[in-house]
């Protein structure tokens, strides 16, 4: 087996930036943490990579070690481990393995940290890899409900864009970004996040509670483990970060998490190519990627972020905006007789069934918006349904209108109009 960085191996990598981490040194480094190719150059299985793990808890031992004010560059697989590529098919979607969601590079122990720090992630550079794909996967999703067959888009990257054979006409401004990314919970965090998902669970919730099959690491979380049912999946994000799938985090913005263990542990993966707000397909154009991070700390200030991750920067938002738009807006309406997926849980379906309207439902607005504007690309743009699901999933931004104006919040679905290269219908 050989590592994307050079001909040192893992272990011996592991060794020299141990050393140097606590060697004392002033001087910023960089320092890589690579994943182990096969001898086809294939990314082996996270399982079978002492330097990805796919479940979240505060055992997992540091990989690397960094100095604030270090460059780190993260050697990244894609969220679904590497299990689709140019030649897949729906048929793939739906064998997926989704116990392998997500792999993460990691952990990076920041030498200083200390609960009560906030770790500043500033993101550098991430380079993409030439390959990419959006996929629907069934029972996953915003609208899992509409789009119950697998789908799969197949996407060339290049440095400014992306195109698909699947999307003809269609092509995708390169905004990449990590879509996972946090740093490890605590044990008080881990008991409280445990309790808390599990209630929610047993209340009727869609929580995908700890499952040790296919889990890595494997000595701690996987099948027998000690932690097998204390290992956190990374679907959802949490007060440590994670899968926030925030695509405003490109490069240049400062991330700040709080430290809730020694060396505060961050790992990255999930990288997305481009995204719109809401993700609405459950992916974006996800890919293998090299993200370059620069890292420091801000000492004690953990409470000034209410244990939560947040992010400042500077022009991204204004680099992000579309240069031309269409959109539609959407409001807390449905068919009589309608159960909306995201309603299932409520306490009263037969009070709900009958309504044409519900009263301050923010996801019911937001429905009503993406499902209008799936209607305008099939009928204006000639895609087909899934097609335009694929579409709003990595271009559509959602957007809130208005929580105030009861009984109808308003919610905003926006097309940038760049999308569709010149001669398209």
């Known amino acids: 087996m050989k590592i994307l960085c050079g001909r040192v191996s893992a272990s011996a990598l592991f060794l020299v930036l141990a050393a140097l981490a606590f060697a004392g040194m002033a001087e910023a480094r960089v320092v890589r ?49 590497n299990q689709f590529n140019f030649g897949s098919i729906p048929a793939d979607v739906a064998a997926a393995n989704l116990n392998v969601v997500h792999p993460l590079t990691g952990p990076l122990f920041v030498d200083g940290a200390e609960p009560g720090d906030v770790l500043e992630v500033t993101i550098q550079h991430i380079e993409p890899d030439d390959f990419g794909y959006t996929v629907i996967v069934p029972g996953f999703g915003f609208l899992r409900d509409v789009f119950t067959e697998p789908a799969v888009a197949r996407w060339s990257l290049r440095q400014r864009h992306a195109t698909s054979a699947d999307m003809p006409g269609i092509r995708i401004p390169s905004h990449p970004f990590p879509g996972t990314i946090g740093v490890a919970p605590g044990p008080a965090l ?46 959802p994000p949490r007060e440590n970060g994670g899968n926030m799938d925030i695509k405003q985090m490109v490069r240049g913005t400062k991330l700040l998490f709080p430290c809730f263990v020694p060396g505060c542990l961050l790992s990255i993966g999930d990288v997305h190519y481009a995204q719109g707000d809401g993700e609405v397909s459950g992916t974006a154009i996800e890919m293998n990627a090299v993200v370059t991070v620069k890292v420091a700390l801000r000492k004690g200030q953990a409470a000034l972020l209410n244990d939560r991750p947040n992010f400042e920067g500077g022009s991204q938002l204004k680099q992000l905006a579309p240069t031309k738009f269409y959109a539609t807006v959407g409001y807390p309406l449905k068919e009589a007789g309608e159960i909306p997926v995201q309603n299932e849980t409520h306490d009263d379906l037969a009070e709900i069934a009958p309504l044409e309207n519900l009263s301050e439902d923010l996801t019911l607005a937001a429905r009503d918006a993406l499902q209008k504007m799936i209607d305008h690309l099939v009928t204006e743009r000639g895609l087909t349904p899934e097609q335009a699901y694929i579409l709003s999933s990595v271009a559509v931004d959602l957007r809130i209108g208005q929580v105030v104006d009861v009984p109808n919040f308003a919610v905003s679905a926006i097309l940038p109009l760049e999308v569709f290269e010149a001669g398209a219908p």
Do not use: K, S, Y
């Open 190 to 235: 881990l008991a409280t996040v445990l309790d808390r998902e599990a209630a929610l669970a047993a209340a009727g919730g869609f929580v995908l509670l700890p499952e040790p099959t296919d889990a890595a690491p494997d000595a701690l979380c996987g099948p027998g483990a000690p932690a097998e049912d204390r290992c956190l999946r990374t679907i």
């Open 33 to 81: 943490v690579p994943i182990i190719l096969d001898n086809d150059g294939v990314p082996v299985p996270c399982v079978a990579d002492p330097n990805c793990h796919n479940r979240f808890h505060p055992g997992i031992q540091p990989v690397a070690f960094a100095n604030p004010g270090d460059t780190v560059v993260f050697e990244t697989r894609d969220a679904f481990d």
